[in-house]
Each structure stands twice: as C-alpha cells, then as structure tokens.
C-alpha cells in the first residue's frame, strides 16, 4: 500500500527529487557526508516538545491560512524571523527566534494503539515487546558531553520517553 501526500507525491518521490527543489536527495546527502563534504552539526542540545494533549499543529506551527474555515484554526499567522515560515500570533517569542529551531510538520505513524503510537513517536523505533529503545533525549544525552553536575536529559514535568536500552545513567531527570 503506497501513502500519498501532499499534491498526490509519495514520500519516496519526495526524496528522490529532493526537498523543496534544491535538488538536494537523500542519497546525494549521504553520500557528501560519507566523503565528508558536509559540515558537521553544531548543535550543543535539543530541546524535543511533546505535547501530548496539547494545542494542534493548525493552531501552532502548520496554520494553513489558506484552507477553508472549516479546516484552518482560529487564530491568525504571523512572520517569523524566517522568510516563508509563519506560526500562531500568540507565539511571537518563537517567532523571533524560529532561525534557531527546526519544524517538523510531517510526522505520523500507523500504528491502531495510542500508547503504541506515542512510544513510537518518541523513540523513532517501531516498539517491540522484547527491546526498549531510547528516546530521542537519551540518546542526546549519550551522544553530546557535557558539563558532568549537569543532568543531559531533564523531562518537565515529565515525558512519555526512556532512556531504553542505553540505561538508567541516560535516563530523564
């Protein structure tokens, strides 16, 4: 079974065109990274906000402003410091700074259980009954060092992730 997406493109004809027409694919990115033409992320945390139960994509960070009425959310959009990205008029903080974060607007799974779906989604790994997988904090915290009296994986006031398999030294605070 083939899932289609916006304008009736698959994912797999996404990747193999390139995003948003750059002409940039996936396996052309692979393969400046493996001969190591392209720079290194510099990234120095993350910051993953799960809001389970919380507003909508429509009335945050995917408004479409442009659907009908009975589609689109109530609120308006507004500029970001970003040329073409616009999120909630009562977001104006993150607005100004959306230079500095990244927005993934295509993310979903297929699984038919609720706690099935949201542990898939924040692990990135299908579950499976024999192996716990880390959550992208954990991970974070195994991969990026840091200043050792500091926790590298805080959950406020909690989150639906484990530090999995990697163990309880990766585990949220």
Avoid: W
């Amino acid at each position: 079974m083939t899932s289609y997406y916006c304008d009736n493109i698959t994912r797999r004809d996404f990747l193999k065109v390139g995003a948003l027409g750059t002409g940039l694919t996936l396996a052309g990115y692979l393969r400046m990274a493996h001969a190591q033409q392209v720079r290194p992320a510099r990234a120095r945390s993350a910051i993953f906000v799960f809001l389970g139960g919380g507003p909508t994509h429509l009335d945050t960070f995917d408004m479409k402003p442009d659907a009908p009425a009975e589609i689109r959310g109530e609120f308006r959009p507004i500029n970001t410091n970003v040329n073409g990205i616009q999120i909630c008029e009562h977001l104006p903080s993150l607005a100004r700074c959306a230079d500095k974060y990244t927005i993934l607007r295509g993310v979903s799974h297929s699984l038919a259980g609720h706690e099935l779906g949201t542990t898939y989604m924040n692990a990135g790994s299908r579950p499976l009954p024999s192996l716990f997988y880390p959550g992208y904090g954990a991970v974070v915290s195994r991969e990026l060092t840091g200043d050792r009296d500091l926790p590298h994986f805080v959950a406020i006031p909690s989150t639906p992730q484990t530090a999995g398999y990697l163990g309880v030294r990766h585990a949220p605070q």
